[in-house]
C-alpha cells in the first residue's frame, strides 16, 4: 500500500513535473545554500586548524602591548622584552619544550646580482623546535655562534629560490645591510597560510648578531614558547602572565602591558566563530524551508481542486479517509523530499567547486545532509497536512459532481 | 403493478429503503430530493429506475450506494442499517460490497485502462501479480483484452465505459449501481453496454441497480421503477 502511494506521488509530481520543479524551487535553494556553506565553513576550518598545526598549535606568543584586548585602542607605553626574559621563562616555568626569543625587520637580502625584499629574524636554534620546523638542509645555528654572534644565516625557501635557483647556497655568503653572512642550513618549504602571507619568506640570524650588527640594541620583540605534548596551554600562559608581571614590575591593580596569544585559543575562536555562522546559516535555511512550504502547502491545495473528482471517484470505490490523507500526505513529503535531494546535490557540487576555487578541502558533512533530509521531508508533512486533509474530508458526492 | 414489494416472499432482501426522505438545505430552502420512498431489491435482480429529471434517482443510488445517509427513514443493506455507520464504515462496505459505473465514466486520466481496473483492488490490499491478473481477466469480461495499456484518452466513449465496468465488477461486488451508464453514448454502444450488464446480470447472478432516461434501456430489466418528484409513482415488471 506504501509503495503504491508511492509510486503514485511520483506519478503525480512528475506528470506537472515544471510545476512541481518551480513549487520546489525554494526548498532547492535553502537546502543548497546551506549544504554549500557549511561545507565550504567546514573545509576552511580544516584548513585554518592545519596552519596552525604547522605553527604548532602548541605554541605560545608573547609580545608586548596589549593585543587585541586593550580598550578602545589606547595602548600603554610597552617596554619591549630582553634576552633575560626569554631565560626567565626557560627557567622558571615546567613543561616548556623550547624558548625562542625574536627580533625582526624589513631588510633586502643581496646575493651577487639578485636581491630580494625579505623579514630577517634574529633568534636563537629555539625557533625551529617551537616552530616545528625542519630543516632542508645544513644545520641550525651552534652554541657557539648564538654568543659569539657571528655572521652566519639561515635562509627560507622562498629566499632559496629567488637568489640562488637552482644552485646549492650552503657555504656560500649573502649581504645584509653590506654585512655578509655566510648560510649555513636551509629551512623546509611550509608554503602559505590560509591568509595568504608566505611563510618562507625569511632569513634567520643568530639573536646576539642581529642586536649588535642590525639593530643596534637589545630589545626583544616577540617570545615564542611551546609547552610540551599534551601540556594545557592555557595553564603555561596563566604561569607566563604571572611571571611578565612580576619581571616588568605591573602594579597589583594596573593592566597588562603584554600579551601572550595562545594558538589552541585562535582555533577554539574559529571553532565557536564557525557555530555561530552555523546558527545564522540554520535560521536562513529555516525561513527559506518555511516559505518553500508555503509553497508547497499552495501547489497541494491546487492539486487536491483540480483532482477532486478523482478523490470522489477513489472514495465512491472504497478509499477511506486515510487512503485519501496518506496519499496527498506522501505527495507532498516525496516533493519537498525530491527538493531537499535537489539541494543537497546541487549544494555538494557548488561546494565542490568552491573548495577548489578557494584552495580549502573538501569536507563532506554527513551530519547537516541527514538533516536536510530530514527537515524537507519535515516540511513536507507539516505543509501537506493542511491539503490532505481538506482532501480527505471531501464529501464524495459533491467531490463526484466537481467539475 | 404494485407499488409495495411483497415482503413476505422475500425475508431478507439485499437492499431495503424504508421510508427514506432526503432533505437538502433547512427551513425555506429545504429541498425534499426524496419523500419517503419504500423499496426492495433481492439478490440477483436487475432493476432499472426511470423517472423525469429532478425527480430524486441520482439521490436514490447515492444513498443504496452508501455514499449518503437518508435524512429519514431506513436503509438496510444486507441487514446492515446503513444510516448508524461512519464515513470510514461506509468506505469499507463500498469498497467490498458495492460496484460503480457512472455517467461520466470516471476513469483516471493518464492512467491505463489496466491501472484504473485495479484501483479498487489496491484498497482491498491485493497483492500487485494477483491483482494485475484478476484486472486483465476483468477486461478481458468486459471485450478489452489488447487494450490494457491504452489510456482513458486513446479509447472511445463505449471502451471507456467498459473499463469503467470492469473496475466495478472486478471486486466481484454484491451490487452493481450504474447512474445513466449510457447516457453519453450513441445507440449502439448503449446497446454494448446493456448487453455485457445484463450478461453479468445472468451469468454471474449479480444484482443491478441502473439509472436510465432510455425506455430502450430500461427494458433490459427485470423490474423497472419510476419516480417523480421524490417517490416512486410506479413499478412495472417485465
Ligand atoms: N446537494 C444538493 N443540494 C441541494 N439540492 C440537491 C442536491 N442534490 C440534489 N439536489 C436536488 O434534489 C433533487 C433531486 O436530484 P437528483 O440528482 O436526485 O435528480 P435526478 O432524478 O437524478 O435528475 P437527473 O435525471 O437530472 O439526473 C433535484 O431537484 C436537485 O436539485
Ligand atoms: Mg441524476
Request: one cysteine or more.
Amino acid at each position: 500500500m506504501w509503495w503504491e502511494t508511492f509510486m503514485l506521488a511520483l506519478r503525480a509530481i512528475q506528470r506537472n513535473a515544471l510545476r512541481s520543479g518551480l513549487t520546489v524551487l525554494g526548498i532547492v535553494i535553502g537546502v543548497a545554500a546551506v549544504i554549500t556553506m557549511v561545507t565550504l565553513g567546514g573545509g576552511a576550518t580544516a584548513k585554518v586548524t592545519e596552519d596552525i598545526g604547522k605553527l604548532g598549535s602548541n605554541m605560545l606568543q608573547l609580545r608586548p602591548g596589549q593585543g587585541f584586548h586593550g580598550p578602545g585602542g589606547a595602548r600603554v607605553s610597552a617596554e619591549p622584552f630582553e634576552v633575560a626574559d626569554a631565560e626567565a621563562l626557560a627557567r622558571e616555568i615546567a613543561n616548556l619544550e623550547a624558548v625562542a626569543p625574536t627580533a625582526s625587520r624589513s631588510m633586502q637580502v643581496i646575493q651577487g646580482n639578485e636581491n630580494r625584499s625579505t623579514t630577517v629574524i634574529g633568534t636563537t636554534d629555539g625557533f625551529v623546535l617551537v616552530r616545528d620546523w625542519d630543516l632542508e638542509a645544513g644545520r641550525i645555528f651552534n652554541p657557539g655562534e648564538l654568543r659569539g654572534g657571528k655572521a652566519v644565516c639561515v635562509i627560507g625557501e622562498t629566499v632559496r629560490e629567488a637568489l640562488f635557483g637552482g644552485l646549492e647556497p650552503i657555504g656560500e655568503t649573502v649581504r645584509l645591510d653590506r654585512i655578509s653572512f655566510k648560510i649555513i642550513g636551509v629551512l623546509a618549504a611550509k608554503g602559505q597560510t590560509s591568509f595568504g602571507t608566505d611563510q618562507d619568506d625569511l632569513v634567520l640570524v643568530p639573536l646576539r648578531t642581529f642586536q649588535r650588527r642590525i639593530a643596534g640594541n637589545t630589545d626583544v620583540q616577540v617570545i615564542y614558547v611551546s609547552a610540551r605534548d599534551g601540556v594545557a596551554t592555557d595553564r603555561v600562559k596563566t604561569r607566563m602572565e604571572r611571571l611578565m608581571r612580576e619581571r616588568r614590575r605591573i602594579a597589583p591593580e594596573a593592566e597588562d602591558d603584554f600579551f601572550v596569544r595562545d594558538m589552541q585559543e585562535i582555533v577554539s575562536t574559529m571553532t565557536s566563530t564557525t557555530r555561530v555562522l552555523t546558527t545564522l546559516l540554520g535560521a536562513v535555511a529555516a525561513v527559506s524551508l518555511l516559505v518553500g512550504g508555503i509553497g508547497i502547502m499552495n501547489i497541494m491545495l491546487v492539486s487536491v481542486t483540480e483532482r477532486t473528482r478523482e478523490i470522489g471517484t477513489r472514495m465512491a470505490i472504497g478509499a477511506m479517509e486515510r487512503d485519501v490523507m496518506r496519499q496527498f500526505l506522501v505527495e507532498s513529503v516525496v516533493l519537498a523530499g525530491l527538493g531537499g535531494i535537489c539541494g543537497i546535490l546541487l549544494g555538494l557540487a557548488a561546494a565542490g567547486v568552491g573548495a577548489r576555487l578557494m584552495g580549502v578541502p573538501f569536507v563532506f558533512n554527513p551530519g547537516i545532509v541527514c538533516l536536510a533530509v530530514i527537515f524537507s521531508a519535515g516540511v513536507g508533512i507539516v505543509f501537506g497536512y493542511f491539503p490532505a486533509r481538506k482532501a480527505a474530508r471531501l464529501d464524495p458526492i459533491e467531490a463526484l459532481r466537481h467539475e | 403493478m404494485n407499488p409495495a414489494p411483497a415482503r413476505d416472499s422475500e425475508p431478507q432482501p439485499l437492499i431495503r429503503l424504508t421510508g427514506v426522505s432526503k432533505i437538502y438545505g433547512t427551513g425555506q430552502a429545504a429541498m425534499h430530493a426524496l419523500r419517503g420512498v419504500d423499496l426492495a431489491v433481492a439478490k440477483g435482480e436487475f432493476v432499472a429506475v426511470m423517472g423525469p429529471s429532478g425527480s430524486g434517482k441520482s439521490t436514490c443510488m447515492n444513498i443504496i450506494g452508501c455514499l449518503d445517509t437518508p435524512t429519514r427513514g431506513s436503509y438496510r443493506f444486507n441487514g446492515i442499517e446503513v444510516g448508524d455507520l461512519s464515513r470510514d464504515q461506509r468506505a469499507i462496505l463500498r469498497r467490498h460490497c458495492l460496484g460503480f459505473v457512472f455517467q461520466g465514466f470516471n476513469l483516471l486520466n493518464r492512467t491505463s485502462a489496466l491501472e484504473n481496473v485495479e484501483l479498487p483492488l489496491i484498497y482491498r490490499g491485493v497483492p500487485l501479480r494477483q491483482r494485475r491478473r484478476q484486472a486483465a481477466t476483468a477486461l478481458a469480461a468486459v471485450g478489452l483484452a489488447g487494450w490494457e495499456h491504452h489510456t482513458p484518452g486513446e479509447l472511445s466513449g463505449g471502451q471507456q465505459q467498459r473499463v469503467a465496468i470492469a473496475r466495478a465488477i472486478v471486486t466481484t461486488p454484491e451490487v452493481l449501481l450504474a447512474d445513466e451508464p449510457t447516457g453519453n453514448l450513441d445507440s449502439e454502444r448503449s446497446l454494448e453496454v446493456m448487453r455485457l450488464l445484463t450478461d453479468f446480470n445472468q451469468r454471474e447472478g449479480l444484482t443491478i441497480v441502473m439509472v436510465t432516461h432510455e425506455p430502450d434501456m430500461a427494458a433490459f430489466a427485470s423490474r423497472q421503477i419510476h419516480f417523480k418528484d421524490g417517490a416512486i409513482e410506479a413499478i412495472r415488471t417485465a
